[in-house]
Protein backbone atom coordinates (compact mmCIF):
# COMPACT_ATOMS: atom_id res chain seq x y z
CA UNK A 1 0.00 0.00 0.00
CA UNK A 2 1.15 3.42 -0.94
CA UNK A 3 0.40 7.07 -1.39
CA UNK A 4 -0.25 7.41 -4.87
CA UNK A 5 -0.52 11.01 -5.75
CA UNK A 6 0.80 14.49 -4.40
CA UNK A 7 3.82 15.31 -2.17
CA UNK A 8 4.10 12.44 -1.15
CA UNK A 9 3.65 10.25 -3.74
CA UNK A 10 4.68 6.54 -4.19
CA UNK A 11 5.49 6.68 0.02
CA UNK A 12 4.50 3.15 1.20
CA UNK A 13 1.90 3.03 4.16
CA UNK A 14 1.79 -0.06 7.08
CA UNK A 15 -1.48 -1.60 7.20
CA UNK A 16 -2.77 -3.44 10.31
CA UNK A 17 -2.28 -7.16 10.34
CA UNK A 18 -5.51 -9.48 10.65
CA UNK A 19 -8.64 -9.67 9.15
CA UNK A 20 -10.13 -6.79 11.24
CA UNK A 21 -9.10 -4.02 8.87
CA UNK A 22 -9.97 -3.86 4.83
CA UNK A 23 -7.88 -1.47 3.78
CA UNK A 24 -8.93 0.64 0.52
CA UNK A 25 -7.24 -0.65 -2.72
CA UNK A 26 -4.70 1.55 -4.22
CA UNK A 27 -6.13 1.56 -7.65
CA UNK A 28 -9.94 1.99 -6.09
CA UNK A 29 -8.41 5.19 -3.53
CA UNK A 30 -6.74 6.73 -6.93
CA UNK A 31 -10.44 6.40 -8.64
CA UNK A 32 -11.90 8.21 -5.87
CA UNK A 33 -9.64 11.05 -5.37
CA UNK A 34 -9.56 11.79 -9.23
CA UNK A 35 -13.33 11.64 -9.32
CA UNK A 36 -12.94 14.28 -6.79
CA UNK A 37 -11.10 16.53 -8.55
CA UNK A 38 -7.56 15.16 -7.86
CA UNK A 39 -5.87 17.98 -5.89
CA UNK A 40 -6.81 20.43 -3.34
CA UNK A 41 -6.06 23.78 -2.14
CA UNK A 42 -6.83 23.36 2.12
CA UNK A 43 -9.86 21.41 3.91
CA UNK A 44 -10.21 18.98 6.41
CA UNK A 45 -11.20 15.56 5.70
CA UNK A 46 -13.25 13.04 8.36
CA UNK A 47 -12.20 9.47 7.68
CA UNK A 48 -14.32 7.93 9.93
CA UNK A 49 -13.19 4.35 9.91
CA UNK A 50 -9.58 4.96 9.69
CA UNK A 51 -8.11 1.41 9.08
CA UNK A 52 -3.87 2.30 8.22
CA UNK A 53 -5.31 6.22 7.98
CA UNK A 54 -4.50 5.57 3.45
CA UNK A 55 -7.28 8.01 2.69
CA UNK A 56 -6.74 10.50 4.50
CA UNK A 57 -3.15 10.12 4.32
CA UNK A 58 -3.96 10.77 0.67
CA UNK A 59 -6.10 13.54 1.20
CA UNK A 60 -2.81 15.47 2.94
CA UNK A 61 -0.49 14.08 0.00
CA UNK A 62 -2.70 15.82 -2.15
CA UNK A 63 -3.17 19.21 -0.94
CA UNK A 64 -5.41 18.95 2.48
CA UNK A 65 -4.69 20.81 5.20
CA UNK A 66 -6.27 18.57 7.93
CA UNK A 67 -7.51 15.38 8.70
CA UNK A 68 -9.47 13.99 11.75
CA UNK A 69 -9.27 9.90 11.44
CA UNK A 70 -10.92 7.99 14.05
CA UNK A 71 -10.98 3.89 14.33
CA UNK A 72 -12.09 1.76 17.68
CA UNK A 73 -9.18 -0.44 16.85
CA UNK A 74 -6.07 0.06 19.18
CA UNK A 75 -3.94 -1.77 16.67
CA UNK A 76 -5.23 0.73 13.95
CA UNK A 77 -4.73 3.82 15.76
CA UNK A 78 -1.45 2.62 16.16
CA UNK A 79 -0.86 1.89 12.86
CA UNK A 80 -2.26 5.25 11.47
CA UNK A 81 0.26 7.30 13.83
CA UNK A 82 3.23 5.43 12.46
CA UNK A 83 2.21 6.25 8.76
CA UNK A 84 1.54 9.97 9.75
CA UNK A 85 4.82 9.84 11.74
CA UNK A 86 6.84 8.39 8.66
CA UNK A 87 5.31 10.87 6.51
CA UNK A 88 5.98 13.85 8.90
CA UNK A 89 2.57 15.30 8.79
CA UNK A 90 1.38 13.84 12.84
CA UNK A 91 0.58 17.92 13.13
CA UNK A 92 -1.78 18.16 10.38
CA UNK A 93 -3.77 14.87 11.77
CA UNK A 94 -5.98 14.43 14.84
CA UNK A 95 -6.26 10.70 15.47
CA UNK A 96 -9.46 9.23 17.62
CA UNK A 97 -9.42 5.85 19.11
CA UNK A 98 -13.59 5.87 19.60
CA UNK A 99 -16.71 4.17 18.13
CA UNK A 100 -17.90 6.17 14.86
CA UNK A 101 -20.93 7.79 16.90
CA UNK A 102 -18.63 8.87 20.20
CA UNK A 103 -16.39 10.57 17.86
CA UNK A 104 -18.99 12.21 15.67
CA UNK A 105 -20.30 13.25 19.08
CA UNK A 106 -17.80 14.89 20.14
CA UNK A 107 -16.77 16.37 17.74
CA UNK A 108 -20.22 17.71 16.66
CA UNK A 109 -19.95 19.33 20.41
CA UNK A 110 -17.20 21.17 18.96
CA UNK A 111 -18.56 22.72 15.98
CA UNK A 112 -16.28 20.81 13.72
CA UNK A 113 -17.47 20.76 9.62
CA UNK A 114 -15.30 19.00 7.32
CA UNK A 115 -15.53 19.29 3.32
CA UNK A 116 -15.31 15.73 2.90
CA UNK A 117 -16.09 12.80 5.03
CA UNK A 118 -15.35 8.90 3.98
CA UNK A 119 -17.06 6.39 5.40
CA UNK A 120 -15.26 2.98 5.25
CA UNK A 121 -17.59 1.07 7.83
CA UNK A 122 -16.96 -2.98 8.43
CA UNK A 123 -19.50 -3.90 5.20
CA UNK A 124 -21.45 -5.86 7.84
CA UNK A 125 -21.81 -3.22 10.41
CA UNK A 126 -22.47 -0.38 8.37
CA UNK A 127 -25.11 2.21 9.12
CA UNK A 128 -23.99 4.80 6.51
CA UNK A 129 -27.33 6.76 6.28
CA UNK A 130 -27.35 7.40 9.95
CA UNK A 131 -24.10 8.49 10.24
CA UNK A 132 -25.05 11.21 7.20
CA UNK A 133 -28.31 12.32 8.87
CA UNK A 134 -26.14 12.50 11.94
CA UNK A 135 -23.55 15.18 10.08
CA UNK A 136 -26.07 17.17 8.29
CA UNK A 137 -28.36 17.40 11.66
CA UNK A 138 -25.50 18.48 13.31
CA UNK A 139 -24.26 21.55 10.72
CA UNK A 140 -20.95 19.41 10.94
CA UNK A 141 -20.72 19.95 6.66
CA UNK A 142 -20.37 23.39 4.43
CA UNK A 143 -22.39 24.13 1.55
CA UNK A 144 -20.64 21.62 -1.01
CA UNK A 145 -19.00 19.16 1.30
CA UNK A 146 -18.47 15.80 -0.01
CA UNK A 147 -19.68 12.20 1.68
CA UNK A 148 -17.85 8.96 -0.21
CA UNK A 149 -19.13 6.11 1.34
CA UNK A 150 -17.16 2.55 0.55
CA UNK A 151 -19.97 -0.72 0.34
CA UNK A 152 -20.63 -3.67 -0.86
CA UNK A 153 -21.92 -3.25 -4.23
CA UNK A 154 -25.14 -4.52 -3.58
CA UNK A 155 -26.22 -2.50 -0.47
CA UNK A 156 -29.17 -0.33 -0.73
CA UNK A 157 -27.53 3.47 -0.94
CA UNK A 158 -30.23 6.38 -0.76
CA UNK A 159 -30.40 8.59 -3.51
CA UNK A 160 -30.85 11.48 -0.72
CA UNK A 161 -30.51 11.50 3.18
CA UNK A 162 -32.27 15.08 3.78
CA UNK A 163 -29.90 17.95 1.83
CA UNK A 164 -27.22 15.21 1.00
CA UNK A 165 -27.67 13.87 -2.67
CA UNK A 166 -26.05 11.28 -4.26
CA UNK A 167 -24.72 12.30 -7.40
CA UNK A 168 -22.23 9.14 -8.59
CA UNK A 169 -21.60 5.53 -8.02
CA UNK A 170 -18.58 3.15 -9.35
CA UNK A 171 -18.19 -0.31 -8.93
CA UNK A 172 -14.90 -2.43 -8.27
CA UNK A 173 -15.18 -5.73 -8.17
CA UNK A 174 -17.51 -6.61 -5.10
CA UNK A 175 -17.13 -2.60 -3.90
CA UNK A 176 -19.50 0.34 -4.24
CA UNK A 177 -18.05 4.00 -4.27
CA UNK A 178 -20.86 5.92 -3.97
CA UNK A 179 -20.76 9.87 -3.77
CA UNK A 180 -22.71 12.32 -1.71
CA UNK A 181 -23.05 16.11 -1.98
CA UNK A 182 -24.24 18.71 0.67
CA UNK A 183 -25.80 21.80 -0.60
CA UNK A 184 -28.10 23.74 1.73
CA UNK A 185 -31.31 24.84 1.43
CA UNK A 186 -32.31 27.43 -0.71
CA UNK A 187 -34.16 30.45 1.90
Given amino acids: MRIIAGIYSSRRLKA ?19 SLGGFFDGGTILDLYGGSGAVSLEAISRGFERAVICDKSKTAVSVIRENADALGVSESCRILQMSDMKALQMLAEEKAVFDLVYLDPPYEKQHNEDVIRYLEEHCMLRNGSRIVVECLKEDPMPDAVGNVSRYKRAEYGITAIVYYRFNEEES
Avoid: I, N
Avoid at 16 to 34: C, H, I, N, Q, W
Fill in 16 to 34: PEGYDTRPTLDKVRGAVFS
